[in-house]
Nanobody
Framework: QVQLVESGGGLVQAGGSLRLSCAAS????????MGWYRQAPGKQRELVAR???????NYADSVKGRFTISRDNAKNTVALVMNSLIPEDTAVYYC?????????WGKGTLVTVSS
């Protein structure tokens, strides 16, 4: 089993920045993809950004140039730095860890961007 614990959400004004962190623990395969998804009220969960254990990244078009994902393989952590936040970024953000067999999810952290 793998446990994911997120931190760093909160309330921020439009144009501001936040940093989300996620720590994974348990039986973790070395080859995996860690990422961040978000779900806004009334909408489906969507990919924000993800990074492979080899360091390859991909981002949703809506956050390119504003968000940066990074990971520390030694510590099994992943971070998401969010700049130039807009109200449309308001959502619950979920950390994920994907292996060849399954995907694990954190409980989520709320990010609220006020206009």
């Amino acid at each position: 089993q793998v446990q994911l614990v997120e931190s760093g959400g909160g309330l921020v004004q439009a144009g501001g920045s936040l940093r989300l962190s996620c720590a994974a623990s348990g039986s973790i395969f070395s080859r995996n993809i860690m990422g961040w998804y978000r779900q806004a009220p009334g909408k489906q969960r969507e990919l924000v950004a993800r990074v492979t254990s080899g360091g390859s990244t991909n981002y949703a078009d809506s956050v390119k140039g504003r968000f940066t994902i990074s990971r520390d393989n030694a510590k099994n952590t992943v971070a998401l730095v969010m700049n130039s936040l807009i109200p449309e970024d308001t959502a619950v953000y979920y950390c994920s860890l994907q292996t060849s067999f399954t995907t694990y999810w954190g409980k989520g952290t709320l990010v609220t961007v006020s206009s």
